[in-house]
């Protein structure tokens, strides 16, 4: 399996993909933008009061020039925006509500990317997960017959690639939203080059214990094969059962996984967040995201304590996401 970037990058060449930074004045973000800026793979595009942002960027040593800086404020399709944003909103937000409420930085991006002005949404440098994507359902909102977003980690070490999910958004999934969470992740899991192998993990394998939790993971197992019958999605089942093929073959040898899974999902947020932490932690994996799964357009997060090197990266799977699901 070749470098995950370089992949990226070739799919991107030519493509002229722009991705919305609502965190203009982040000197992380201005570091990133200027690489990308630089490299010409990636167009990004700050958010933010101009002057706020040429402030910081002196501050951090960063040259703006070429690089593209929306203010909100003084956005030259303002008042389009407004006028998109209102019917959008389906009434429940008036064109005085939206001008004041297009100020929000998060909101103006998902504006950008819902409009086609931009292809997907890379925030949470300085804000939480529920300032990035309140705006996005809003705006942006979820794919047909998706009822919650969810958030999966690529988790990559040399050639190997898994992806994780939910690890930021669903603390105590039900049953349709794991099968849910479960197709959506072998969605994501296929943009990124793996062939979904579906694990939807439990303490149980296969009835080994009884318990409304493990027969949670056993509805949601058969209503996600019923949602994606071409996807091998199996469950209730152990992480030793679905990663270790010996441990298979011993505890479950009529599993349609034989320790060969590569998409995770876990049946809690807290499962899948300590999940991948220790994974990240303990096994030297890098661990890409949340990727925020459902939206009908890229809309991405980050860790509050990322570097400029993660906020590049995110990026960068963000612009080839858009064109992926695109071109499929």
């Known amino acids: ?111 950008l990317v819902y409009t086609s002005y931009a292809q997907g949404v890379v925030s949470g440098a300085l804000h939480t997960m529920a ?21 999966a980690f690529l988790m990559v070490r040399g050639d190997e690639r898994y992806l994780f999910a939910d690890c930021a958004i669903t603390i105590a999934p039900t049953s349709e939203e794991l099968a849910e969470i479960a197709v959506e992740s072998a969605q994501t899991a296929k943009v990124f080059g793996i062939d979904p192998k579906v694990a939807m993990l439990s ?27 071409a996807v091998t999605i199996e469950g209730e089942i152990q992480f030793d059962v679905a990663f270790v093929p010996a441990i298979a073959e011993k505890k479950a040898p009529r599993s349609a996984i034989q320790g060969d899974a590569n998409v995770f999902v876990f049946p809690s947020l807290e499962a899948g967040n300590i999940g991948y932490n220790l994974t990240k932690q303990f096994g030297g994996f890098e661990a890409f995201g949340p990727l925020l799964q459902g939206f009908n357009k890229p809309v991405n997060s980050l860790s509050q304590d990322c570097s400029s090197e993660d906020i590049y990266k995110l990026v960068l799977m963000t612009a080839y996401q858009s064109v992926m699901v695109g071109e499929s």
């Open 203 to 229: 303490f149980s394998t296969k009835g080994s214990a009884q318990s409304p939790e493990t027969q949670k993971i056993v509805e949601a197992t058969k209503l996600a094969q019923e949602k994606a019958p």
């Open 131 to 151: 300032e990035i994507v309140r705006p996005a359902l809003q705006i942006i909102q979820t794919k047909r017959g998706i009822t919650k977003t969810s958030g």
């Open 1 to 111: 399996m070749t470098n995950l970037f370089d992949e990226i990058r070739q799919a991107l060449a030519d493509k002229n993909v722009k991705i919305v930074l609502p965190e203009g004045t982040d000197e992380r973000v201005l570091q990133a933008a200027l690489r990308l800026t630089h490299e010409g793979i990636v167009t990004p595009i700050l958010i933010g009061p101009r002057e706020l942002i040429s402030v910081a960027a002196t501050q951090a040593k960063v040259d703006l020039s070429g690089i593209e800086i929306v203010d909100p404020v003084h956005f030259e399709k303002l008042d389009q925006c407004i006028l998109q944003y209102v019917e959008r909103r389906h009434g429940k937000t008036t064109p005085t509500q939206a001008r004041i409420q297009l100020k929000d930085v998060n909101t103006f991006g998902a504006m």
